[in-house]
């Protein structure tokens, strides 16, 4: 019996959390109220943060999940409630798809409308590269999972692109 135990415990710690398993049902259909940054962090970003909380919510119900790059393979963000205009941030200044021991295969911020699962691929602050799962819960990002991610084989130029983000209306 101890064997079974600890193949359901191997096969548990493989499974990452889905979308499907953080469902919200209350989704805000009106027009979004102006992002109020407070902090130091949102107010040295507030213009940015107060246009792209304007498009209205995009995560877990009522928020706004607003990026803007910081340099070459590089994002920053913040959360933003689209009934108050709180805004929240992110638990870490910035986050990379790479460091000093090369890029990431898959990268990026994805979240959904009617989620509160958070999922960051990346390296924040271009250290501890992993595929981090956050549950939002109306304050703060809580993290669920940390799971290893797989790097390029081969050094290749910087994305030029933005990170991957996956939103669902």
């Not at 805000?28 to 940054?37: D, I, K, S, Y």
């Not at 913040?78 to 870490?92: C, L, M, N, R, S």
């Not at 250290?127 to 081969?154: F, S």
Request: glycine share 8%; hydrophobic share 35%; charged share 15%.
């Amino acid at each position: 019996m101890r064997l079974l135990h600890i193949a359901v415990s191997a096969v548990e710690e493989q499974t990452a959390p889905t979308f499907r398993d953080y469902l919200v049902s209350d989704i805000f259909r009106g027009n979004p109220v102006a992002a109020q940054p407070t902090s130091a962090f949102a107010h040295r970003y507030r213009t940015v943060i107060r246009e792209g909380a304007r498009k209205g919510p995009n995560f877990s119900g009522h928020y706004t999940v607003v990026i803007w790059g910081c340099g070459t393979s590089c994002a920053q963000f913040a959360i933003v409630d689209a009934t108050t205009g709180h805004t929240y941030d992110p638990p870490y200044v910035g986050i990379t798809w790479g460091d000093q021991q090369g890029f990431l295969k898959q990268w990026g911020l994805h979240y959904q409308l009617n989620s509160s699962l958070f999922i960051a691929d990346g390296c924040p602050e271009e250290k501890n590269c992993a595929a981090r799962y956050y549950q939002w819960n109306g304050e703060h990002l809580v993290l669920l999972k940390t799971v290893p991610i797989e790097r390029v084989p081969h050094e290749p130029e910087p994305p030029s692109v933005p990170p991957a983000i996956t939103v669902k209306q």
